[in-house]
């Protein structure tokens, strides 16, 4: 029996949908892992930044950005460990002063202090 133009046969048709329900579920358990991955790296990112190890945080941040550089929860967890960042290096100038400030205080030379 030969196939008129337009139509196929039942067997093929019901082939054809089944692999586009196996493409669909694929891509639905892709973007589930996906989905996985970020919440999953976004809490460590959050515990370290608790921790402040800001250093590791903007680690895990970059590869974060990577996969979705306009993920405004990234972004604003990538501010935050900036900033952590900054006030550790800030902090740590003024320990470094503060220690110098005693070595000179020690030493009884007030003048330079």
Not at 43 to 60: M, P, Q
Not at 90 to 112: C, F, N, T
Request: proline share 3%; with cysteine; net charge positive.
């Amino acid at each position: 029996m030969p196939l008129e133009v337009g139509k196929r046969p039942e067997r093929l048709s019901h082939r054809i949908r089944a692999w586009q329900a196996a493409r669909a579920c694929q891509g639905r358990a892709r973007a589930t892992r996906e989905t996985e991955w970020r919440d999953r790296n976004i809490a460590e990112v959050r515990k370290l930044i608790s921790n402040e190890e800001f250093g590791e945080a903007l680690i895990k941040i970059q590869a974060l950005l990577q996969a979705n550089p306009a993920d405004v929860v990234v972004r604003n967890l990538e501010t935050v460990a900036t900033d952590g960042v900054h006030e550790q290096e800030k902090l740590e100038r003024i320990k470094q002063g503060v220690k110098e400030i005693r070595s000179l205080v020690e030493a009884k030379e007030y003048r330079e202090a």
